[in-house]
């Protein structure tokens, strides 16, 4: 069986031409071009632009797709019940819930005011929901349309479904809606408003 021998390190010295590194300090080359950036302008306008971008989204938020006018009244109900899947635990490990237990936020927290899905770019809809609530007993809800804009025309506070997580969430498929607490569980109510004249 061969046995390897001992190696030993050596210098070989230079074993050719040397050249310096000409390609140049990547965080150099960043910073030159910010700064020529911040010199002539540009970066300035960028952040204008980026500004008015954000102001008009948050102005008039992309509208939620999928939804349509209800043309007839339908209702039933949500239960907000969760069932945990593992034990939860506090910082020093006592159990606080235990994994398989059925909770209702309802039982601890009722919904105080209901909650009104509707569009605000339909007149319509607007209308019927001023007209039908008020600002203690309903959270109107736009699901398109500037709530800044309904703000400020109705003299009342307007929420936005943002992305559609709540009508996603509640299975609402056409507006208005009408989301209200019936015991321990929750009513979603479709509204088929009458035809305008």
């Known amino acids: 069986m061969p046995v390897a021998a001992p190696l030993a390190a050596r210098d070989y010295g230079q074993q050719g031409t040397i050249f310096p590194i000409l390609e140049p300090d990547i965080l150099k080359s960043i910073e030159t071009k910010l700064r020529a950036a911040e010199a002539s302008g540009k970066i300035a306008a960028m952040n ?28 039933w109900t949500y239960d907000p019940t969760i069932t945990i899947g593992d034990d939860i635990r506090d910082h020093k490990g006592a159990l606080i819930i235990a994994r398989g237990r059925r909770i209702n936020p309802l039982d601890t927290v009722g919904l105080r005011q209901s909650l009104v899905f ?52 509640f299975g609402i498929h056409a ?23």
């Not at 203690?136 to 025309?153: C, E, H």
């Not at 929750?186 to 004249?197: D, H, N, Q």
């Open 48 to 75: 204008k632009d980026l500004a008015k971008r954000t102001t008009a989204l948050v102005k008039r938020p992309p509208p939620v797709v999928g939804l349509s006018t209800a043309t007839k009244t339908r209702s």
């Open 118 to 169: 509707l569009d605000g770019d339909n007149a319509g809809q607007v209308a019927w929901a001023l007209k039908s609530t008020t600002q203690l007993n309903a959270k109107l809800i736009l699901t398109g349309g500037s709530p800044f804009d309904r703000m400020k025309a109705a003299q009342r506070r307007f929420y936005f479904d943002q992305g559609g997580q709540l009508v996603g969430k």
């Open 175 to 197: 507006l208005p809606a009408v989301v209200e607490q019936q015991g321990k569980v929750l009513k979603i109510t479709e509204v088929a408003l009458p035809p305008s004249r």
